[in-house]
């Protein structure tokens, strides 16, 4: 009997191993249902934003630029194996964050990491620890340079007579101010330090995956493959606008627990990419994620921020051209509560909200269905379930943990379940 459940275990995974999954969320909300997927199914591929420029990565962008590869890191630490001691050693060292309260002290800690003195590399051979310590000096070098280039920037800084005078001083400074190591990432700096060396973000998630272990069938992927700074901004329904993801979401420097944030003055209208000069600007979705997508069984809208976690991938050009011709199921996954971006918004609406995003890229004519077919949610929802509007799509509750959000086995077995019927 144990031999027949063994072999029926490992056909299932062989059979699901085949049928790929693709799943756009954010960088935090999903994390740890993606790290308990990963024990039934790895043929996974996460499209993730390029556009949060907040938390440490705030000041990774502030004297080096490119896309904020925070989410990024975040996604491929829940993905990495920690199985052996060295496996172990190598996630400590990528998860680990300087102090953030003393300057001085985190300084230090980042020079001792650097150095290869710090007792995180204890457990780490040194074939790691070379390759590492490579990116993470590349990191520190170009920090150095980014200062000299910052000084000389201020002292010429006519040429942007052009430019309003804050955005010129958000682009080379009004004065000298040193990289603030507090709460730094070590994780994002050697991120950043391979993605610099190799002029490339992919490049940057193929060491990684390597360097953690990450399983080679399950793929991480920026929605936009560039080496440029992605920005976000909203119009709300007022005519007012918000700009930077950060100030949309999580405005201010202090972090505010869920479902704390003030709501905004008024609903999201649309969002948009931006660039530096605070101009609107349309970014394409890279090829190798459309690829993936066609190349899916099932489709999975991640919970998490509406606009900045899932909009912000969705207004991608040729993202929602790419989920509409998808013939599988589109599944939804609704939040355990409302947020600052849905205030006083019902289950229906965050459908219909979805769909939105992606006809911004649609020129022929589609229907909510073509974007959302399923909707999860967990039994203890706060957000209102107004079942007449929801109508046209598939509702599944699942059983809500003891913090009132998704219990994740019954989340992954729902999602698996769905997966497993998808046409």
Same mark, same amino acid.
């Given at each position: 009997?144990?031999?027949?459940?063994?072999?029926?275990?490992?056909?299932?995974?062989?059979?699901?191993?085949?049928?790929?999954?693709?799943?756009?969320?954010?960088?935090?909300?999903?994390?740890?249902?993606?790290?308990?997927?990963?024990?039934?199914?790895?043929?996974?591929?996460?499209?993730?934003?390029?556009?949060?420029?907040?938390?440490?990565?705030?000041?990774?962008?502030?004297?080096?630029?490119?896309?904020?590869?925070?989410?990024?890191?975040?996604?491929?630490?829940?993905?990495?194996?920690?199985?052996?001691?060295?496996?172990?050693?190598?996630?400590?060292?990528?998860?680990?964050?300087?102090?953030? /309260?003393?300057?001085?002290?985190?300084?230090?800690?980042?020079?001792?990491?650097?150095?290869?003195?710090?007792?995180?590399?204890?457990?780490?051979?040194?074939?790691?620890?070379?390759?590492?310590?490579?990116?993470?000096?590349?990191? !520190?070098?170009?920090?150095?340079?980014?200062?000299? *280039?910052?000084?000389?920037?201020?002292?010429?800084?006519?040429?942007?007579?052009?430019?309003?005078?804050?955005?010129?001083?958000?682009?080379?400074?009004?004065?000298?101010?040193?990289?603030?190591?507090?709460?730094?990432?070590?994780?994002?700096?050697?991120?950043?330090?391979?993605?610099?060396?190799?002029?490339?973000?992919?490049?940057?998630?193929?060491?990684?995956?390597?360097?953690?272990? *990450?399983?080679?069938?399950?793929?991480?992927?920026?929605?936009?493959?560039?080496?440029?700074?992605?920005?976000?901004?909203?119009?709300?329904?007022?005519?007012?606008?918000?700009?930077?993801? !950060?100030?949309?979401?999580?405005?201010?420097?202090?972090?505010?627990?869920?479902?704390?944030?003030?709501?905004?003055?008024?609903?999201?209208?649309?969002?948009?990419?931006?660039? /530096?000069?605070?101009?609107?600007?349309?970014?394409? *979705?890279?090829?190798?994620?459309?690829?993936?997508?066609?190349?899916?069984?099932?489709? *999975?809208?991640?919970?998490?921020?509406?606009?900045?976690?899932?909009?912000?991938?969705?207004?991608?050009?040729?993202?929602?051209?790419?989920?509409?011709?998808?013939?599988?199921?589109?599944?939804?996954?609704?939040?355990?509560?409302?947020?600052?971006?849905?205030?006083?918004?019902?289950?229906?609406?965050?459908?219909?909200?979805?769909?939105?995003?992606?006809?911004?890229?649609?020129?022929?004519?589609?229907?909510?269905? /073509?974007?959302?077919?399923?909707?999860?949610?967990?039994?203890?929802?706060?957000?209102?379930?107004?079942?007449?509007?929801?109508?046209?799509?598939?509702?599944?509750?699942?059983?809500?943990?003891? !913090?009132?959000?998704?219990?994740?086995?019954?989340?992954?077995?729902?999602?698996?379940?769905?997966?497993?019927?998808?046409?």
């Amino acid at each position: 009997h144990n031999i027949i459940l063994v072999l029926s275990r490992i056909n299932f995974i062989v059979y699901m191993s085949q049928q790929r999954l693709f799943i756009l969320s954010g960088g935090t909300a999903f994390n740890e249902a993606a790290r308990a997927l990963a024990d039934f199914h790895q043929s996974v591929t996460y499209c993730l934003p390029i556009s949060d420029d907040g938390g440490s990565s705030a000041e990774i962008l502030r004297h080096l630029g490119g896309p904020a590869i925070g989410d990024l890191r975040s996604r491929l630490l829940r993905l990495a194996k920690s199985e052996t001691e060295e496996q172990q050693a190598v996630l400590a060292l990528l998860q680990f964050r300087l102090p953030r /309260d003393d300057a001085d002290a985190a300084r230090r800690e980042w020079m001792a990491v650097v150095e290869g003195t710090h007792t995180l590399w204890l457990s780490v051979t040194e074939a790691y620890k070379h390759i590492i310590r490579s990116f993470l000096l590349h990191f !520190n070098s170009r920090l150095l340079q980014s200062t000299s *280039v910052r000084t000389h920037t201020c002292q010429g800084k006519s040429r942007f007579k052009l430019v309003p005078a804050e955005i010129v001083k958000s682009l080379v400074g009004e004065e000298q101010q040193p990289f603030d190591f507090c709460g730094a990432s070590v994780g994002n700096c050697f991120f950043t330090g391979a993605r610099l060396f190799f002029h490339s973000i992919r490049s940057a998630v193929l060491l990684w995956k390597s360097v953690a272990q *990450v399983p080679s069938e399950t793929h991480v992927l920026p929605v936009i493959n560039c080496s440029h700074s992605v920005n976000l901004g909203c119009q709300l329904l007022d005519g007012s606008k918000i700009l930077g993801q !950060n100030n949309i979401s999580h405005p201010g420097k202090t972090v505010i627990k869920e479902g704390q944030q003030p709501a905004l003055a008024a609903p999201i209208q649309r969002i948009f990419y931006i660039n /530096d000069w605070q101009q609107e600007i349309v970014q394409r *979705v890279d090829d190798e994620v459309v690829t993936d997508l066609l190349a899916s069984k099932s489709v *999975v809208y991640a919970m998490g921020s509406l606009y900045t976690s899932l909009g912000a991938s969705l207004i991608a050009k040729g993202l929602g051209r790419a989920i509409a011709q998808h013939p599988g199921r589109k599944i939804l996954l609704l939040n355990g509560c409302l947020d600052r971006e849905t205030a006083g918004m019902t289950a229906s609406q965050h459908v219909v909200a979805v769909a939105r995003l992606c006809q911004q890229d649609c020129q022929q004519t589609t229907t909510t269905s /073509d974007f959302v077919t399923d909707v999860i949610y967990p039994e203890t929802t706060t957000i209102p379930l107004d079942w007449e509007e929801l109508a046209g799509v598939h509702v599944h509750p699942v059983t809500s943990g003891d !913090n009132g959000h998704y219990d994740l086995t019954a989340l992954t077995q729902q999602i698996i379940n769905l997966h497993s019927d998808s046409s």
